[in-house]
C-alpha cells in the first residue's frame, strides 16, 4: 500500500539525521539558547531579508498557532479565518482553550477574501453594541491553505491592506510553505512573507524535518517575552537545539526548496495524470495538493494499491480525496500511481 | 568545560538513534496511531505490571504536566502539590492557563507530607465558606522530586490513602523516574507507581530519549477522550511514530533500567568524593542529582572546568549548586569532577 | 420619546421595590443562603413541578450562559447552538472565555433544527480524526429565540431526543420565558422545561425583577458544586437575598405569568395594527418582540417618537426593526404607536 | 441574635431606595450609557480630583477583581498579592480563571511590604531561567486589608515606587474604602488613592448600596476596551442605571463619607470595650473590622446573642473572631456588645 493521504508519513530527510547523528553526544545549553538554533535564526532571517527578525522554534503547528495567536490577543479579541481554516476546524479548540473566540469568514478554495474582512471590521467597529461582540484582533491565514491553493502575492498586499486600516496583525501559517513557495507559477516567496506577515511560521514537520515549526516575526518588538508564552503553553523544548539543527540543514545550501520543488514536480505529474483522464480537481491547487473527484468505482480501484486522504462527499455520489505528495514522495510511486489513473 | 548543570545536554542514546534512521523511510499513520507507539504501549504496561493502562506520548513535560492536570480537574479545583513543585515554580503559569489554581503545601526535601495533605483537605471541605476557595481536586507530586529526593513506598501509600479518603487523583510526575527507580536503596518500581497513582509519566527526555514523555493511566477509563486533550493543548505529535519508536527502544532490553543505573552509579561516585572533602549537600538525594554547598571559593575553582546549576545562595555566602548526572555522563567526566574536589 | 427597542428600559414592578423596602433592614447571611432564596427556591419548584430541582439565582444573563456552560463542559467539548445564538453572537466570547468553542448550527427563525443536530453528532462521532476537533458537549437553545420565536413542545421533544441519544445536556436560556410562557398559542409551560431542559433559566432581567436569572436543574445532581462554579465567575451576589426576594415575589400569586400575559398581549395589538397596513414581520413572532420591516419613509416618521432597535438592512433598501413590549410598557403607549402605524 | 459578622447583613441606606423608587418606570438605555451613571462618573471624578478618570460599574468585588486583572495583564504575568489577598484566598480561583497565576507575598498584619515587592521582581528580572516562571505583571492590594488594617500615604507611595521601578499598575481594591477613608487617623483618601494606583475601586456593596464597586482608572486611556471586558466576564448589568443611581446618591451631599464615619465610630467603641476588658486584638485595626482574641469561654457567652465571624484559632485554645460594623449598624447593637463585653 503506498501512502499519499498525507505530507508526514515518514521521518526525516537524511541530511537531517545525519546531523543529529554527528552532533549527538555534544553538549549544550537547553531550551533554544543554543549555538543550532542562533545559526539556524540566522540562515532563515537571511532567507527571508529580514535581518532583525525575532525567530522561535516550536515543536508542531497546532501549538505554534495557538501560541502565537494567544500572544497576539487581547482577551476580548479573536482571530478571523477563513471557515475552512485549520484553527477553526482542526486543532481541537486550542485556539478557545487560550479564551479567544475564531471569527471565521466565507471563504473561496480556501482562501479569506480581502472584501468580506473589511466588511467584518467595518461592520464591526460602526456597530454601537459592539462591546457586546467580540472584537476583530487579528487576522490568520494559511498559505498554501487548507484546499491547497495559494494566494497571489496582490491577494497578500490587499489582505494586509486592510489589516492595516483596522491595525490587526496579519499571522500567516506557513505549515507547508516549503510547498507553496516550490509552486508552479509561485509569485510569493519568503521576503514576501516577510514584508506582508506580522508573524509567519516556516513549516519543518511537512518539508522534510523529524519535527518543527519556525514563528517568524520581522519585527523583532512584535511580541516582547514570546518565549515565556511558549513556555506557558508547554512548548519549549529542553534539547532545543533538536531544531535548531533541522532547521539550520534545511535553510542550508538550500535544501528546503529542493524538497519543496521535489514534491511539486511530482505533483504535476499526478495533475497531468488526472487531466488526461478527465478527472475534475476540486479546487485549482499548484502546490503539493490535490483534491481530485472520483466516481466510488475509481476510488474503490484506487484504494486497493493507494491510500489517499477522504475530503467529503458530493450530492451525485462521487468523492473527493486529497492526494498529497512530499520531500518523501518517490518517484517510483508516482510512477506507479499515474499508471493506475491511466488504467481507470 | 564540563556540563553537568543538568541532564538534558546531549541528544539520545545511540540505540535510539540508530532505530529512528533505520525506520525513517517507513510509512506510517500519524498521531500516536502506528505500530511502534502501540509496541511502545504494550512493553510500558509489561514492565508496570498494568495490562490494561492506557498509555500516550506527549513530547515534553511541561505539556504532559499541564494536560494531565487540566484534563483532571473540574474548573473550579486546584492541584495540590509542594511548594518546591514543578509546576508552581517553573512552567510559567501553565496549569494557570488552563484555569486552574496550585494549591502548594510546605515542603520537606521537596516532598509532600501526608498529613499536610489531610489537613488541607480536611480544612477545606469542614470550612463552611468552602464555595470562596478553589477546591483541592488532585494532587502532583513528583518521583524523584525538584530536590532530587526520593518518596519510599511507605510515603507513597500514606499520600494515596488520603487521596482516597478525600477521592483525589494522585499524579506522579516522572520526568527523572528512570534515575529514582535506580537509585541506591530504591523501594519504589514501576508497578509501585502503577499501583498508587492514578495517572504518571515516564521520563525520556532526561533518561536517554532526544524527547518524549509517556503519560500511563492504570485504569484506561480514567480520562476518556485523553486524546482530545491532548491535540487541545498543542501536544499531538503528526510523526507520532518518533515517540513510539524511542519508549520501544528505552523498553526493550531493560535500556531504560540501564540509563538509570549507570547515572546513579556516577552520581554515587561524585557523593563519595563530596564527603571525602567535608563539602555537606543540601538535600539527602540518592538518584542523579546532588545539591553540594560550596564556599565562593570553591566555587569560583570548580566552575574553572564544570557547569553547574545554581540553587540558592545561604546567609553565610555559601551557595548550593545542582550537579547532575545522566545517561549521558562519561565515567571520564565524573573522574575529573572527583579529582578536582579532593583539590578542593 | 417612547421606547420600544428592548424589555429592560424601566426598573422593577412595584411590588419587587416594596417588597425589598420592607425587608430593607433586616439581617440575613450572605451568598443565597438566606431564607428568601429558600422560599423562591420551593416557589420555583412547586411552578415547575419539579420538587427535587436545585435553583441558583445570578445577577445576569450572559454570567448565567457562561456560568453553566462552564459547569457542564469537559474542556474539550463545545456548546452547539443556533448561529443566531446569543450565546455565539452577543456575549463578547464569554463562553470561549472559559476555553470552549461554540458549534454553530444554521437556525430557522431562531431556531436550532433537530436533523441539524443529529447531523453534527453523527458526523463528529463517525469521524476517525474527531480528536482532532471539538466535540459537541451540550445543546443551548433560547425560547423565545433571539428571533421571538418560540419552539413547539414537540419541536423540542425532538430535540431532547437527540440529546438523549448523544448524551448531550440541554440548556435552555429563558431570559425571556416569562414571554414565551404566555404568548399566543404556547404549548410549552414550565414543568416541560423542568421536563425537557437538564438545565434551564428563568429570567427576571426582563420579567419584571431589577436583576437576575434562576438557574434551575431539575435533578439537582446534575452539577454537583455549582456554587462554586457562581463564586469564580464572579457572580455570587453578596446580599444574595435581593434576589431571592425578587423571585419570591414575581412567583407568589401568579405576578411571573401575569407580567408575561400583559406584554403579550399589548404586543398582539402592535401586530394587529401592522397587519393591517401590510407591513410584514420578518419572524413569525408571538410573544413580547416583533420584527417590523418598514420602509426608510415609514422608519423616520415612526422614529420621530419611537425608540425601536435596528435589526437589519435588507437589499432592497427596508429595514427591520425590533419592538419590544414589556411588563412596563403602558396601554397607552400602544395604543400611540398602533395610532401612528394607521397613519403610515 | 444581632449579626456583626460581615458588613452586608442588610439592604442599602434609604435614600438609595428612595431613589430607585423616584425613578423605577423612567425608561433609560441599558448597560451603564444612561444619564444616572453619567452623574455618578462625575461626581466620582471631582471626589477624587481626577477629571479625566475613565470610570465604570459593576456589581461585585470578585467580578470587578477578576476583570481588572484580566484586562490588565498579558498572559504569561501575574498578580503579586499578600499571601492574605482576597483574590488568593477567597475568590474560587477566578482570577486564575483568566489564566493567571497569583503571586503571593509574606505579608504584615495583611498588608504587602515594598521590600518583598522590591525583591520578588529584582530576583524574577534577574533571574536568566525566568522565562520558566510567572513574569510580576501587576499589583495587587486590598485598602482596607482584609485583616482591616490601613496602608498609610507613605507606605502607598513607597509601594508605588517600586511599581514604578518596575512598571507594573498597581491596583487597589477598595472594596471597603469607605470605612478606610474614615477611619481614625487615615492619611489616605480619594485623591490619594487616585494619585497612587494606576486603577482602584470604591465599593459600594459594603457601604450603603444594594452592590455595586466603581471601578476608577484615572488615565483613562490605561485600559482600553475596557467595557468589551466588563461584558466578556459577565459583569455588564441590563438595567446599568441600577448602578449610577446607587453611586450618585452615595457622592451626593457626602454620604459615602457619612456612611463610613458611622461605622468607624461604632467600631470605636467596640475597641474600647475590648481594651477595657483587657481583650486583645489580633491586628491594629482602626476602620470597620476588629479582630479580637477570645477565649472558648468568651466566644461561648458572646455567641448566645451576637454573630461574628471565625477568623481563626490559637495554638493556645483562643480563637480570634471577626466583628463587622456597617454603615447599618445601630448604636443600640453596639451598646448591647459593650454590656456584654463588660459582663465578660
Known amino acids: 500500500m503506498i501512502r499519499m493521504e498525507c505530507d508526514y508519513s515518514e521521518g526525516a530527510h537524511p541530511w537531517i539525521l545525519q546531523r543529529l547523528l554527528d552532533t549527538n553526544l555534544e553538549q549544550?545549553?537547553?531550551?533554544?539558547?543554543?549555538?543550532?538554533?542562533?545559526?539556524?535564526?540566522?540562515?532563515?532571517?537571511?532567507?527571508?531579508?529580514?535581518?532583525?527578525?525575532?525567530?522561535?522554534?516550536?515543536?508542531?503547528?497546532?501549538?505554534?498557532?495557538?501560541?502565537?495567536?494567544?500572544?497576539?490577543?487581547?482577551?476580548?479579541?479573536?482571530?478571523?479565518?477563513?471557515?475552512?481554516?485549520?484553527?477553526?476546524?482542526?486543532?481541537?479548540?486550542?485556539?478557545?482553550?487560550?479564551?479567544?473566540?475564531?471569527?471565521?469568514?466565507?471563504?473561496?478554495?480556501?482562501?479569506?477574501?480581502?472584501?468580506?474582512?473589511?466588511?467584518?471590521?467595518?461592520?464591526?467597529?460602526?456597530?454601537?453594541?459592539?462591546?457586546?461582540?467580540?472584537?476583530?484582533?487579528?487576522?490568520?491565514?494559511?498559505?498554501?491553505?487548507?484546499?491547497?491553493?495559494?494566494?497571489?502575492?496582490?491577494?497578500?498586499?490587499?489582505?494586509?491592506?486592510?489589516?492595516?486600516?483596522?491595525?490587526?496583525?496579519?499571522?500567516?501559517?506557513?505549515?507547508?510553505?516549503?510547498?507553496?513557495?516550490?509552486?508552479?507559477?509561485?509569485?510569493?516567496?519568503?521576503?514576501?512573507?516577510?514584508?506582508?506577515?506580522?508573524?509567519?511560521?516556516?513549516?519543518?514537520t511537512k518539508v522534510g524535518a523529524l519535527f518543527g515549526e519556525a514563528v517568524v516575526m520581522p519585527d523583532p518588538g512584535l511580541l516582547p517575552d514570546f518565549r515565556y508564552m511558549i513556555k506557558r503553553h508547554g512548548g519549549m523544548l529542553a534539547k532545543g537545539r533538536l531544531l535548531g539543527i533541522q532547521f539550520e540543514t534545511l535553510f542550508e545550501d538550500d535544501l528546503y526548496r529542493q524538497l519543496g520543488r521535489h514534491a511539486v514536480e511530482l505533483a504535476g505529474q499526478i495533475r497531468a495524470a488526472l487531466q488526461r483522464q478527465g478527472i475534475p480537481q476540486r479546487f485549482p491547487t499548484t502546490a503539493n495538493q490535490i483534491f481530485a473527484v472520483f466516481t466510488p468505482e475509481q476510488r474503490a480501484r484506487l484504494e486497493e494499491s493507494f491510500l489517499f486522504s477522504f475530503w467529503e462527499g458530493l450530492p451525485d455520489g462521487r468523492v473527493v480525496l486529497r492526494i498529497c505528495t512530499s520531500w518523501a514522495t518517490s518517484a517510483g510511486d508516482v510512477d506507479a500511481l499515474c499508471a493506475a489513473l491511466a488504467e481507470l
Open 28 to 204: 549544550s545549553p537547553g531550551y533554544g539558547t543554543d549555538g543550532y538554533c542562533d545559526r539556524a535564526r540566522e540562515l532563515i532571517r537571511s532567507a527571508c531579508h529580514a535581518p532583525q527578525a525575532a525567530v522561535e522554534f516550536l515543536v508542531g503547528g497546532t501549538q505554534a498557532n495557538a501560541t502565537v495567536i494567544a500572544a497576539s490577543l487581547r482577551p476580548y479579541q479573536g482571530a478571523v479565518c477563513a471557515d475552512t481554516g485549520h484553527i477553526h476546524v482542526h486543532e481541537t479548540g486550542a485556539v478557545e482553550a487560550a479564551g479567544h473566540k475564531i471569527l471565521p469568514l466565507p471563504s473561496l478554495d480556501g482562501k479569506l477574501l480581502p472584501q468580506d474582512l473589511e466588511q467584518l471590521c467595518a461592520a464591526h467597529f460602526a456597530d454601537p453594541s459592539r462591546e457586546h461582540m467580540v472584537q476583530p484582533g487579528m487576522v490568520y491565514l494559511s498559505h498554501p491553505t487548507e484546499c491547497g491553493t495559494l494566494y497571489t502575492r496582490q491577494e497578500l498586499e490587499e489582505i494586509r491592506k486592510v489589516c492595516d486600516r483596522w491595525s490587526l496583525p496579519l499571522f500567516i501559517d506557513g505549515a507547508r510553505c516549503g510547498y507553496g513557495l516550490a509552486a508552479e507559477g509561485a509569485d510569493v516567496d519568503l521576503p514576501d512573507l516577510a514584508r506582508l506577515a506580522h508573524v509567519f511560521t516556516i513549516g519543518g
